[in-house]
């Protein structure tokens, strides 16, 4: 994507939130306040409400960063199920245990 927006040849991007642009926000932040605007691209986020083309857009870096945050600790999360396996689910009395995929 970044060759195409150097060549000229990009004039709007648009994901549907501002997580799919990346997940680094020090990145992010670098391609929507620095290098969109070099080229004149138009970054719009439908999900968020970002649209570079208006001014409205002070709480963007705050979503860049809580994107970043919400990443990291959903993999923490991933690795901790990994790491401890024989993970043991006690029911509550009268539940059935049919209705748990995958146990």
């Known amino acids: 994507m970044l060759h195409k927006i ?3 040849n990009v004039a709007t991007v ?3 939130d501002l997580s799919r642009l990346g997940r680094n926000h020090l990145k ?3 391609l929507i306040e620095i290098v969109f605007p070099e080229y ?3 970054y719009i986020s439908i999900n ?3 649209d570079t083309a208006r001014e409205d857009n002070e709480f963007t870096p705050l979503r860049n960063w809580f994107n970043e945050f919400y990443a990291r600790d959903t993999s923490k999360k991933i690795r901790a199920v990994k790491i401890h396996p024989g993970i043991v689910i006690i029911l509550p009395d009268g539940m059935d245990p049919d ?3 995958g146990f």
């Open 99 to 101: 209705i748990l995929p």
């Open 6 to 8: 150097e060549a000229g």
């Open 14 to 16: 648009i994901t549907k």
């Open 28 to 30: 992010t932040g670098e």
């Open 40 to 42: 004149e691209v138009i």
């Open 48 to 50: 968020d409400g970002v």
